[in-house]
């Protein structure tokens, strides 16, 4: 793996169904964070973890969970996906002391 | 308001033009401030930090104006490799873990032949 990685490419899910977004990192940094991006709204945090073991809530964090049991990973759980949360989502991460978050290649999310 | 405010364009320009995009934001506590690059469907990613003094990279200039709460890209002798959306974006936290990035919407640039 190089940089980060995100799981799966796209998928079409129907509403009511729970959903696991996949993020992974190899570069060791310790901040992660998750985004939706929707047209006209540009970029948007959905929560963040500054560490392993730590989460915290960003702009629009409703519908949505994570977890961070590890440095390389944090994944997001939509519990009951609805139509709003149809979007293309980023996970990026942040080396202590740095400003530039490193994204990947981002989740296309469609809920019918 | 939004926090940061970007005209959505799209900015055309033929090859060889010169452009500009300016961005406003809302909260003067914020430390930090960039240019990121996002090309259609892809991931946005880092094209230039912007300083106070201003920076230049290349056909890239970046600039601050605190007092004014703008930033401003200008773009030299543009190529049709140029054309992608930028985002501005503003750190309001530093650099500890705590920063959080605020994003634009994004300035739309196509550059034509």
């Known amino acids: 793996i190089a940089g980060i990685t995100q799981a799966p490419t796209s998928q079409i899910l129907a509403a009511g169904r729970r959903m696991t977004l996949r993020c992974t990192q190899d570069?060791?940094?310790?901040?992660m964070y998750w985004y939706r991006q929707d047209l006209g709204l540009g970029l948007r945090l959905i929560h963040y973890?500054?560490?392993?073991?730590?989460?915290g809530k960003g702009e629009v964090p409703d519908g949505y969970s994570v977890s961070r049991a590890n440095t390389d990973d944090f994944p997001l759980t939509l519990a009951s996906a609805v139509p709003s949360q149809t979007s293309v989502y980023f996970c990026?991460?942040?080396?202590?002391?740095?400003?530039?978050?490193?994204f990947g290649p981002g989740t296309r999310l469609t809920v019918l | 308001r939004k926090e940061v405010e970007q005209d959505p364009g799209p900015f055309n320009v033929p090859e060889g033009a010169t452009v500009a995009f300016n961005c406003t934001y809302s909260?003067?506590?914020?430390?930090?401030f960039f240019w990121y690059r996002q090309d259609c469907r892809k991931e946005p990613k880092l094209l230039m930090s912007?300083?106070?003094s201003g920076n230049e990279d290349g056909r890239f200039t970046a600039q601050l104006n605190r007092a004014s709460q703008y930033i401003s890209l200008l773009i030299r002798d543009s190529k049709l490799s140029d054309s992608a959306t930028y985002l501005c974006?503003?750190?309001?936290?530093?650099?500890?873990?705590?920063?959080?990035?605020?994003f634009g919407q994004g300035t739309t640039l196509q550059v034509k032949p």
């Open positions: 990026a991460s942040k080396r202590t002391g740095g400003d530039e978050q490193f």
């Open positions: 570069m060791r940094h310790n901040a």
């Open positions: 973890s500054n560490t392993a073991g730590t989460t």
């Open positions: 909260n003067s506590a914020s430390q930090s």
């Open positions: 912007v300083y106070s």
């Open positions: 974006v503003v750190n309001i936290g530093g650099s500890s873990n705590t920063g959080k990035l605020i």
